[in-house]
């Protein structure tokens, strides 16, 4: 990457590229290497150019409607691929993208989650769960509200009401005469179920609605907690529940807790414990397992969970760490509870929903820009640095999008942090490691055309959801978008080859393309005297009748890359540009390193 200087001229080598820089004081102070337009180019892990992939359509779910979520992962053991579109949910093959449809769902954006073996889905009025099988209403978990209650009522309290559901359990210990049994409550909907000695009983009893009491033909007996009583009163807040829009799992250093947020409040919801299994479920939400997350003013946005925390972020401002503990009641028992602290006043995440674990750094969206957040453990030590921006290099870029209605993902396969807004892609590549463990890559650039709604991994590839109801799969096997032309350019910064007071003249480059089926790239100059320089197109292309262009034929059999001179004439020039174009439905390229060589002619007049 250095300027190497001789007596007759300079040479700029480039043998890593360095992804996109829009520099706000211009290009003429960007390395080689840097890019100052980088379009549908990509980095590589090694530091080469190539040409973005390209993608297909493997899948129509609902011709015309949006591709409202898409999940892969493993319910009951198997593993799925689930999309949402039309208001339908769909099981796609992960082989030969056959599509079933599984059920009905509002035509709105969807979020899915696993736990328990079974897949939740939430879409802001909806909360339903897919076991593999069926597609149903999350019901809720009945709680035991009371033990060890007498026949006129009272007892222990052991478990808060379900907000999901309005029904409860209570638990009698019977007494030698006593038939008739008091709820908690008086004015209930209905008895659903009575049990003596863990045997349902259809009959020999009668219930009381308005007064909220069951009356058996004959006295149960006697015993401890040996008669319960399933009852429901209204709906609980279910609603509340439905309005959640997102779902993250904690507990401290476990997932067995489900975080609901994104109803546009400062509050999220977590669940509880099932009594009689003492396992978790994402189907009981006590009522009183409400986290307030700062004021009430502006709304929580993200729950991360990092190392043995959960990050906590709001729009406009505001992130905090919620802690799991736990605390000790007025009665000597003790239950969870979260605290939170704030960590950061100004900063926070402006995407619901947007926020993604990338390379274990939580990264988030706020005014145009993307922070990477640091909360490191070394040697015992935490360290809650601020966010540090690691958009810089793409600022113009970040400003033109919408961020409010940004996709954001992670394709760890790639190591690429995607950003996506309309169809342009803002992609952050942090691939490879240094031996200190940071990043070879650090680098961004700049997709177009890729209408993508939502992602999902496919093996070494990318599936993402369109607009149009269609599911696409993004592949290198593909050289064009569906059919349509890709079209990429890469543009250098303003080089002036070491002496910006010195007129120069080139007459050759030395490019280095690795050998592909359909290799080829276009090269060319520009300079501050004229834009317009004849072009050179180079193959270095395998013979192969997959994506063949016979306009472009070669006959080329030897995988070993080849260095290629080329003429390119420009003259009296103080600053000059490279330029690498690629408008091909065929092509590919890969350059591996590139020499561009200037003459000295003299001063600057």
């Not at 840097?34 to 011709?63: H, I």
């Not at 009025?125 to 026949?151: F, I, M, N, R």
């Not at 958009?391 to 400003?399: I, K």
Request: charge should be negative; include cysteine.
């Amino acid at each position: 990457m250095a300027v190497i200087q001789a007596q007759e001229g300079a040479l700029v080598r480039i043998d890593r590229f360095l992804g996109l820089n829009e520099s706000p004081d211009g290009d003429t102070g960007l390395k080689p290497g840097e890019a100052s337009v980088m379009r549908n180019f990509r980095v590589t892990r090694e530091g080469n150019l190539q040409l973005r992939p390209g993608y297909k359509t493997v899948c129509t779910l609902s011709e015309g409607n949006p591709v409202r979520g898409l999940w892969q992962g493993f319910v009951n053991g198997t593993e799925r691929l689930v999309a949402a579109c039309g208001g339908q949910l769909w099981e796609i093959d992960c082989g030969t993208f056959e599509k079933t449809d599984l059920g009905i769902l509002d035509d709105a954006p969807v979020f899915f989650f696993g736990f328990s073996e079974k897949l939740y889905i939430q879409n802001g009025s909806q909360y339903k769960v897919w076991d593999g099988e069926t597609l149903e209403d999350v019901a809720g978990y009945v709680p035991v509200v009371l033990v060890s209650s007498d026949p006129a009522g009272g007892g222990t309290t052991l478990q808060q009401v379900n907000k999901l559901t309005g029904s409860k359990w209570q638990w009698f210990s019977s007494t030698s005469g006593s038939t008739v049994y008091h709820l908690a409550e008086t004015g209930i909907d209905s008895v659903d179920e009575v049990r003596v000695d863990d045997e349902e009983r259809t009959s020999g009893y009668s219930a009381d609605l308005e007064a909220g009491t069951v009356t058996f033909s004959a006295a149960p007996g006697a015993g401890t907690n040996d008669v319960k009583i399933r009852w429901t009163k209204g709906t609980g807040d279910r609603e509340t529940v439905l309005a959640q829009k997102f779902a993250e799992t904690y507990n401290g250093s476990a997932d067995t807790r489900v975080f609901l947020y994104g109803d546009g409040t400062n509050k999220a919801y977590y669940s509880g414990i099932e009594y009689e299994t003492g396992l978790p479920t994402a189907e009981y939400f006590p009522d009183l397992n409400v986290l307030d997350v700062g004021d009430g003013n502006t709304a929580l946005t993200s729950l991360v969970r990092h190392f043995n925390k959960l990050l906590a972020q709001k729009k406009g401002g505001g992130s905090y760490l919620v802690d799991f503990d736990f605390i000790t009641l007025a009665d000597g028992t003790q239950t969870a509870a979260f605290y939170t602290r704030a960590i950061d006043r100004d900063m926070g995440n402006d995407v619901p929903g947007g926020v993604r674990l990338v390379y274990n750094y939580p990264v988030s969206l706020q005014g145009n820009a993307a922070y990477r957040w640091g909360l490191i453990y070394t040697s015992g030590v935490q360290d809650e640095r601020s966010a540090k921006r690691i958009s810089d290099p793409v600022r113009r870029t970040m400003g033109e999008l919408d961020l409010a209605a940004a996709v954001t993902f992670d394709d760890e396969n790639s190591r690429e942090y995607w950003i996506v807004s309309g169809d342009t892609a803002l992609i952050w590549n942090y691939s490879g490691e240094t031996d200190s463990g940071g990043y070879k890559n650090n680098l961004w650039y700049v997709y177009t055309g890729i209408p993508a709604l939502c992602f999902a991994p496919s093996g070494q590839d990318l599936l993402f959801g369109s607009g149009s109801g269609a599911l696409m799969r993004l592949s290198r096997d593909y050289r064009n978008d569906d059919g349509e032309e890709i079209d990429a350019k890469w543009e250098s910064g303003s080089m002036d080859f070491g002496s910006d007071w010195m007129r120069k003249y080139t007459d050759e480059l030395f490019l280095v393309m690795k050998p592909e089926s359909g290799a080829r790239i276009t090269v060319g100059v520009q300079t501050e005297r004229k834009s317009a320089y004849p072009e050179k197109t180079v193959s270095s292309g395998l013979a192969s009748y997959v994506s063949a262009d016979y306009a472009h034929w070669a006959y080329g059999t030897n995988r070993k890359p080849r260095t290629r001179r080329l003429k390119l004439m420009a003259r009296k020039f103080t600053f000059c540009k490279l330029i690498f174009k690629s408008v091909s439905v065929s092509a590919t390229n890969t350059v591996l390193a590139c020499s561009l060589r200037a003459h000295r002619v003299g001063k600057v007049r």
